[in-house]
Antibody, heavy 124, light 110 residues
Framework: QVQLEQSGAEVKNPGASVKVSCKAS????????IHWVRQAPGQGLEWMGR????????NYAQKFQGRVTMTRDTSISTVYMELRRLRSDDTAVYYC?????????????????WGQGTLVTVSS | QSALTQPASVSGSPGQSITISCTGT?????????VSWYQHHPGKAPKLMIY???NRPSGVPDRFSGSKSGNTASLTISGLQAEDEADYFC??????????FGGGTKLTVL
């Protein structure tokens, strides 16, 4: 079965960077994009971007352009999301997600498989 | 890209039907049939309920249905059950392979 296993919680100082991992299993890793979505406390979901697990090509939300980098390591079926210059309002649960095999992979459409979430706390 | 607009809260009694709206613009909801709905219980991962406006993934009850008219998409839940109480988020494709979510709606089953 499809599983996405994320790395553990992080606490960072303002201005620092964080790198969250998402290890995929149960399917052909290079066959799907991985998306990143976050939810700040008391806020809605926010689409951050996606990475082509095969080519490494990325699409980022405009809000995060220049501050986020998504990469992958095909040898260990793992995708990474690095967010730099952290601010207090980056405190959130970060999720990785994959589209359903029967859905078109456009934006946040059809994200059927999700990681368990990684809490990133930015505080001095 | 601004978040899609959803009502902050809706409520209904068991057995009733409710509808949650998701309003975007002619550049997102109105332009594409790539609207999804997610159910989110606090502390758990979101669950896909509807994709591409009105398609249900395997395992989602047919009490859940989606539709779209112009720049507004809707999620209807019929025969409300206690376990339907959760937060619901819509999402839409916005072009150039990017997407946006709604602010979320808290459903209370009375």
């Amino acid at each position: 079965q499809v599983q996405l296993e994320q790395s553990g919680a992080e606490v960072k100082n303002p201005g620092a960077s964080v790198k969250v991992s998402c290890k995929a299993s149960g399917y052909t890793f290079t066959g799907y994009y991985i998306h990143w979505v976050r939810q700040a406390p008391g806020q809605g979901l926010e689409w951050m971007g996606r990475i082509n697990s095969n080519s490494g090509g990325t699409n980022y939300a405009q809000k995060f352009q220049g501050r986020v980098t998504m990469t992958r390591d095909t040898s260990i079926s793992t995708v990474y999301m690095e967010l730099r210059r952290l601010r207090s309002d980056d405190t959130a649960v970060y999720y990785c997600a994959r589209v359903s095999p029967v859905a078109f992979d456009y934006g946040g459409n059809g994200l059927e498989y999700w990681g368990q979430g990684t809490l990133v706390t930015v505080s001095s | 890209q601004s978040a899609l607009t959803q009502p902050a809260s809706v409520s209904g009694s068991p057995g009733q039907s409710i509808t949650i709206s998701c309003t975007g613009t002619s550049s997102d909801v109105g332009a594409y049939n790539y609207v999804s709905w997610y159910q989110h219980h606090p502390g758990k991962a979101p669950k896909l309920m509807i994709y591409e406006v009105n398609n249900r993934p395997s395992g989602v009850p047919d009490r859940f249905s989606g539709s779209k008219s112009g720049n507004t998409a809707s999620l209807t839940i019929s025969g409300l059950q206690a376990e339907d109480e959760a937060d619901y988020f819509c999402s839409s494709y916005t072009g150039s392979y990017t997407g946006v979510f709604g602010g979320g709606t808290k459903l209370t089953v009375l």
